[in-house]
């Protein structure tokens, strides 16, 4: 299987370990499979009696076929192992009719766990493949959860270092905890003194910066990064959707070949689009309704063909989908029209902010999406209706998802399969308020209160984080960033 950029016709053609080392084409689009295998019915019945690890291995196969079996076997293994997951590694609840995939079983507790576990042990293996004799240097700039999920990730994996930088009053003392208590003999924290902007242009100079280069590579290093465009990621987000249709079947709660809907909390479109991927290569998947929350700017897209980010930015309560560029979509317009009208989107949306697609073109996404937004007031009434009906109790993000899946749902359709991306307890403020429930002001008191609350279990990574010793302290100014590299 090659892989193509987005945004030019004929486009040089590049192995998947080659994309996976690269991230980003020269041209400044995204990497695509050339083409997108086949996943036959009786494939699918075929994997219902394997475990989460061998069904990774089987999906990635057919994409990352410079990747042997037993290396994608082995990694799969060890991403999501029991220990790491607790159990299976994307486990449903059935809630009234409808079926939540739970993606935030994980080490961090949020979805980017399922892409961000295995990952960084692809990247380690496309530097044999590709003959990179220099070591893998990550520099991460996060505003919370993604460098969390990323050291996680990239924890002790041979051939790779990371590096990340946090604003010091920008993330949440649960965050700031997670980061400094971190293991591992290759990671690296600091804090910034300054906001995640600070944070992010910091890395950016750092990346284009010639002198650090040379000592990076002196020191035989080279910088790459744990992006969230890199083909890496977003390969690993198709298994369990696949997974998920096989666990129904399993549990006769869908017939081999029946269509599933599935919503989707969407930020920057990469879940959903691992979605869109299963179903054209052949997953029975019905219509995929993408969720926003008051940021709905995709939902606009969808319902009325005009991408416009010339748009107020709102701070909600899912943070996670608080995006206006949601950078994975450009896959999809490569997808339904092409690397020509891709690019030509892309620098209509980076000159003017804007692009917008004709009734013909949008008639192709809507074949397959749909788009529902949900206000915060509709996301905390779902969050305490979910609880008080059936007990059971879902974060912000998954609330949105939920909330859209039943504004859907009024004009019909299938089986609803409602992806959700993060433990209550990563938002526990958010999730007390919308039960009602009075906020204590520290948030390792409101984790306790949620349990004191709705007895729902704890993640055994945020349950023992309190005590965690912490190992990273140090807080630098902005242009003292670079010093703190290697
Ligand atoms: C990242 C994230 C999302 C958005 O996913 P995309 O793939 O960016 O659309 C939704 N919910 C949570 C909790 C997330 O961390």
């Not at 299987?1 to 020269?26: C, P, Q, W």
């Not at 729902?456 to 302290?473: D, E, G, H, Q, Y």
């Amino acid at each position: 299987m090659n892989y193509i950029s987005t945004r030019t016709e004929n486009s040089e053609k590049h192995s998947s370990a080659f994309v996976i080392k690269k991230g980003l084409a020269d041209d400044g689009g995204l990497f695509v499979p050339e083409n997108l295998p086949e996943l036959s019915l009786s494939d699918i019945e075929s994997l219902i009696s394997k475990s989460y690890p061998e069904r990774a291995a089987y999906i990635l196969s057919l994409f990352l076929t410079d990747y042997s079996r037993e290396e994608l076997l082995s990694a799969a293994e060890a991403a999501y192992s029991v220990e790491k997951f607790g159990g299976p590694a994307a486990p449903i609840s059935k809630v009234g009719d409808d079926y939540f995939l739970e993606l935030w079983h994980g080490p961090t507790s949020a979805f980017k766990d399922m892409a961000l576990q295995i990952m960084p042990r692809l990247l380690s293996l496309s530097l044999g493949k590709t003959g990179e004799e220099k070591d893998a240097y990550i520099l991460v700039a996060t505003s919370g959860d993604t460098g969390k999920a990323a050291l996680e990730g990239y924890c002790d994996i041979d051939r790779v270092k990371i590096l990340v930088f946090y604003p010091v009053n920008g993330v949440s003392n649960i965050q700031k905890k997670q980061m400094a208590s971190q293991k591992g003999n290759n990671v690296e924290v600091f804090s910034i003194n300054g906001n995640f902007d600070d944070a992010q242009s910091g890395v950016k100079a750092i990346f284009s910066d010639n002198s650090v280069k040379a000592k990076l590579a002196e020191n035989g290093l080279f910088f790459s990064s744990a992006n969230s465009i890199n083909w890496g990621r977003l390969a690993p987000q198709i298994v369990y959707y696949v997974s998920a249709y096989c666990d129904l079947i399993a549990e006769g709660e869908l017939k081999a070949g029946e269509l599933l809907d599935v919503t989707v909390p969407t930020g920057n479109f990469g879940n959903i689009l691992a979605a869109y991927i299963a179903k054209k290569m052949g997953l029975p998947l019905g219509k995929l309704v993408c969720a926003s929350n008051r940021n709905d700017i995709l939902t606009d897209f969808i319902n009325k063909g005009v991408y416009d980010r010339r748009r107020e930015f709102f701070t909600t309560v899912s943070p996670s989908m608080d995006i206006l560029i949601s950078s994975n979509l450009e896959r999809l317009l490569f997808f339904v029209l092409g690397a020509e009208k891709t690019r030509a989107c892309m620098n209509k949306l980076s000159s003017e902010g804007v692009y917008s697609l004709s009734d013909a073109e949008m008639e192709l996404i809507r074949a397959d999406f749909a788009g529902c937004a949900c206000s915060e007031e509709e996301t905390a009434k779902t969050i305490s209706d979910l609880f008080g009906e059936f007990g059971y109790l879902c974060d912000t993000h998954t609330a949105v998802a939920a909330n859209a899946a039943a504004q859907y749902k009024k004009e019909g359709g299938n089986k609803m399969l409602i992806v959700s991306t993060a433990s209550p307890y990563k938002f526990a403020p958010a999730v007390l308020s919308s039960l009602g429930e009075a906020v204590p002001e520290d948030d390792f008191d409101a984790l306790d209160k949620l349990f004191a609350v709705t007895k729902c279990a704890i993640p055994k990574n945020l349950a023992n984080l309190r005590s965690a010793s912490v190992r990273f302290t140090k807080t630098v100014d902005p242009k003292e960033m670079v010093d703190c590299i290697i």
